[in-house]
């Protein structure tokens, strides 16, 4: 058994020894022994896959394959081939049988990042995985058996998701045995000193350069930031003043302004929109008679919320249009035209 002395030491490969972080070990160890499904939450960037693997290597299956798929990363026929594997002939282009993730990780752990991400057509297959440890490869009728760990991740409250009618809430319970939530690093400034020398010795090594020292200023900096990117968005900063040091100190002014300037950055939830502001602005045109090209203030009005809704639908689908469209209840070529027309096809 763990010594309960150790129980919240840090855990290999994860940087930060903060009480924040302490309980994310303590709750990594105690759960890593047995076969119960894991649910990780938190923001983009927080180090849920290093907590996934840190579960698997702890646990009895370390010797077996750990399987990582990002879920937000493909269309959902993509997505169920990649799980499920298929058959030679299941569809245009399967031109032989293929092996699924699930069967890759049998005895060992798959991750599934991203989740939220999945449609509810594959998360009534992936709750008969969880539930019978079986399912059949796409196109074939033969039944496969798995013994394979589940831990899944989210940036996103599924039992919110599964109250707007996107997440099965059958799924959701049977992920949520054991939920382990990471915190975001502004809730963790004291990790920062700690991350920032593990960064900068590691990019001194890759670029072959001595930036060993940071000043106290840049520091506190750092720690008055909200990090809406995280610790990734942390090791770009570092990467960044590493790389365009004269000396062999971090300054404050190798850091972006966004970190020094003290405003609040744009976060996760920026794009929400501000209805108060957008009622002044109509507002303003109402009075002034200010209105769009072709002289139309309703059409001004739904163009405005129209931009809006489809810009944090695309944020809330990782950008994956096929996904967003399916949200929004429209086909893919007319979102295609949508996001050309107000000018979100280039956004990130």
């Given at each position: 058994m763990t010594?309960?002395?150790?129980a919240d030491a840090p855990l290999g490969g994860i940087i930060g020894s903060g009480s924040a972080m302490s309980e994310v070990y303590r709750y990594t160890r105690q759960v890593a022994k047995s076969s119960a499904s894991v649910l990780l939450l938190g923001e983009t960037g927080t180090g849920k896959e290093l907590v996934a693997r840190a579960i698997h290597q702890l646990s009895d299956r370390h010797e077996r394959p750990f399987v990582?798929?990002?879920?937000?990363?493909?269309?959902?026929?993509?997505?169920?081939?990649?799980?499920?594997?298929?058959?030679?002939?299941?569809?245009?282009?399967?031109?032989?049988?293929?092996?699924?993730?699930?069967?890759?990780a049998h005895k060992g752990t798959i991750f599934l990042d991203e989740i939220n991400s999945t449609t509810l057509h594959l998360q009534v297959k992936l709750l008969r995985v969880l539930q019978e440890r079986e399912f059949e490869r796409v196109g074939d009728t033969k039944t496969i058996s798995v013994d394979t760990r589940v831990i899944a991740a989210s940036n996103r409250d599924l039992l919110e998701l599964a109250g707007e009618g996107l997440f099965r809430e059958d799924l959701y319970y049977r992920l949520n045995v054991v939920p382990i939530r990471l915190p975001p690093l502004r809730e963790r400034p004291e990790d920062i000193p700690e991350l920032v020398t593990h960064f900068l010795n590691f990019y001194n090594e890759l670029n072959d350069r001595y930036v060993v020292h940071f000043d106290p200023r840049a520091l506190a900096a750092m720690q008055q930031y909200s990090w809406p990117g995280n610790v990734r968005e942390l090791q770009n900063y570092v990467e960044r003043s590493v790389v365009m040091a004269q000396g062999d100190e971090l300054t404050r002014e190798l850091l972006p302004d966004v970190v020094t300037s003290g405003k609040q950055p744009r976060t996760p939830g920026a794009r929400a929109m501000d209805f108060e502001s957008l009622t002044k602005e109509l507002v303003f045109c109402g009075l002034s008679g200010t209105e769009n090209k072709d002289g139309d203030l309703h059409?001004?009005?739904?163009?405005?919320?129209?931009?809006?809704?489809?810009?944090?639908?695309?944020?809330?689908?990782?950008?994956?249009?096929?996904?967003?469209?399916?949200?929004?209840?429209?086909?893919?070529?007319?979102?295609?035209?949508?996001?050309?027309?107000y000018g979100l096809d280039g956004e990130p």
């Amino acid at each position: 058994m763990t010594d309960p002395t150790q129980a919240d030491a840090p855990l290999g490969g994860i940087i930060g020894s903060g009480s924040a972080m302490s309980e994310v070990y303590r709750y990594t160890r105690q759960v890593a022994k047995s076969s119960a499904s894991v649910l990780l939450l938190g923001e983009t960037g927080t180090g849920k896959e290093l907590v996934a693997r840190a579960i698997h290597q702890l646990s009895d299956r370390h010797e077996r394959p750990f399987v990582r798929v990002n879920c937000g990363a493909l269309s959902e026929g993509l997505l169920e081939s990649e799980l499920f594997g298929h058959v030679r002939g299941a569809f245009t282009g399967a031109i032989d049988n293929r092996t699924g993730r699930f069967e890759s990780a049998h005895k060992g752990t798959i991750f599934l990042d991203e989740i939220n991400s999945t449609t509810l057509h594959l998360q009534v297959k992936l709750l008969r995985v969880l539930q019978e440890r079986e399912f059949e490869r796409v196109g074939d009728t033969k039944t496969i058996s798995v013994d394979t760990r589940v831990i899944a991740a989210s940036n996103r409250d599924l039992l919110e998701l599964a109250g707007e009618g996107l997440f099965r809430e059958d799924l959701y319970y049977r992920l949520n045995v054991v939920p382990i939530r990471l915190p975001p690093l502004r809730e963790r400034p004291e990790d920062i000193p700690e991350l920032v020398t593990h960064f900068l010795n590691f990019y001194n090594e890759l670029n072959d350069r001595y930036v060993v020292h940071f000043d106290p200023r840049a520091l506190a900096a750092m720690q008055q930031y909200s990090w809406p990117g995280n610790v990734r968005e942390l090791q770009n900063y570092v990467e960044r003043s590493v790389v365009m040091a004269q000396g062999d100190e971090l300054t404050r002014e190798l850091l972006p302004d966004v970190v020094t300037s003290g405003k609040q950055p744009r976060t996760p939830g920026a794009r929400a929109m501000d209805f108060e502001s957008l009622t002044k602005e109509l507002v303003f045109c109402g009075l002034s008679g200010t209105e769009n090209k072709d002289g139309d203030l309703h059409g001004h009005i739904v163009d405005r919320v129209e931009r809006e809704v489809i810009a944090q639908v695309m944020a809330s689908c990782s950008n994956v249009q096929i996904k967003a469209a399916a949200k929004l209840g429209i086909n893919r070529n007319t979102l295609h035209k949508k996001l050309k027309q107000y000018g979100l096809d280039g956004e990130p």
